[in-house]
């Protein structure tokens, strides 16, 4: 599970909300500043949480009808999400740490 999972508007519901374990989906653009400065550290949570979490990735140019179906409004924005409930919703790149205590939270509930 260690690599990033790259949803689309078919594979949303059974990679998101059938996930057994709590997910982080990842609201970005390929031109969008922030969220190329939040890249690699989204890379470095599918790895460190490999087989804990699951981390998702949704490009909005690509996956439009995502992005309006869950009320993106602006990027970069990320779901903490749990037995299919969105529990947590972030806009803007933070750092590493305060993203792991976000995922650290949803593994221990």
Known sequence: MKDIVYLTDETYESE???AEVP???DFYADW?????M????????AAKYEGKAKICKINIDEQRKLAIANKVMSIPTLFFIKDGEVKERISGALPQNVLEEKLDALITI
């Open 23 to 25: 997910v982080l989906v």
């Open 16 to 18: 998101v909300m059938g």
């Open 38 to 45: 939040i890249g690699p550290v989204i890379e470095e949570l």
């Open 32 to 36: 969008c500043g922030p969220c190329k």
